[in-house]
């Protein structure tokens, strides 16, 4: 499965202010998938990243706030724009390496908005 | 809406036994079946995978799957300490992402 280098591990940040996180994957993917994780919650998928193309976002999540860059095939970022405390999470990128195999998720990034 | 329910426990078993995590999934369309263990302040580990109807034995592990019922589940045989962790079911229902269930916290006895 593809190993993937995800940072910053964790974070404090000003309310107001933007973070931006970087995944970085070993190999060469399609489609990176950005998930957020609320404080004992379950995963809900952001977006899905495809590099050369604007990033397809789920119901609920806009561009102005999680801008997504893909510049290549094995990277991607997710910026979390004005931060509020509802936005500490954890944020974790995912990869899938083809067919139906499982999808392999970065280690993640917690984010404390105080 | 595509909805994937699990039991959130917490379910505590002792060493030695079958830990049964069960999973009921709202569409009939859903192709792929994934268990993660996810181990507090860690991200999902994907421990089995299943696309077809019955039984996937992994070592300690068996995924079973009943898309009649729209149901999965998964057996931890001969639990461990080291099994305790959430367990995140998921589900591809055709479109390249997952949909997760909330997750069931299993806690294994010495």
């Known amino acids: 499965s593809a190993v993937i280098s995800q940072k910053p591990s964790r974070d404090i940040c000003q309310r107001g202010t933007s973070l931006t996180i970087q995944c970085q994957v070993d190999s060469q993917v399609t489609m990176m998938f950005w998930y957020r994780q609320q404080p004992g919650q379950s995963l809900t998928l952001i977006a899905t990243a495809n590099q050369g193309s604007e990033a397809t976002y789920e119901s609920g999540f806009v561009i102005d706030k999680f801008p997504i860059s893909r510049p290549n095939l094995t990277f991607s970022t997710l910026t979390v724009s004005n931060m509020s405390p509802e936005d500490s999470s954890i944020y974790l990128c995912?990869?899938?390496?083809?067919?139906?195999?499982?999808?392999?998720f970065g280690s993640g990034t917690r984010l404390t908005v105080v | 809406q595509k909805e994937v329910e699990q039991n959130s426990g917490p379910l505590s078993v002792p060493e030695g036994a079958i830990a049964s995590l069960n999973c009921t999934y709202s569409d009939r369309g859903s192709q792929s079946f994934f268990w993660y263990r996810q181990y507090s302040g860690k991200s999902p580990e994907l421990i089995m995978s299943?696309?077809?109807?019955g039984d996937k034995e992994d070592g300690r592990f068996t995924a079973q799957l009943n898309k009649a019922s729209q149901y999965v589940s998964l057996l931890i045989r001969d639990s461990q300490p080291s099994d305790s962790a959430t367990y995140l079911c998921?589900?591809?229902?055709?479109?390249?992402?997952?949909?997760f269930g909330t997750g069931t916290r299993l806690t294994v006895i010495p």
């Open positions: 998921a589900v591809n229902a055709g479109a390249n992402n997952l949909f």
């Open positions: 299943i696309y077809s109807n």
């Open positions: 995912s990869v899938k390496k083809g067919g139906f195999d499982g999808y392999t």
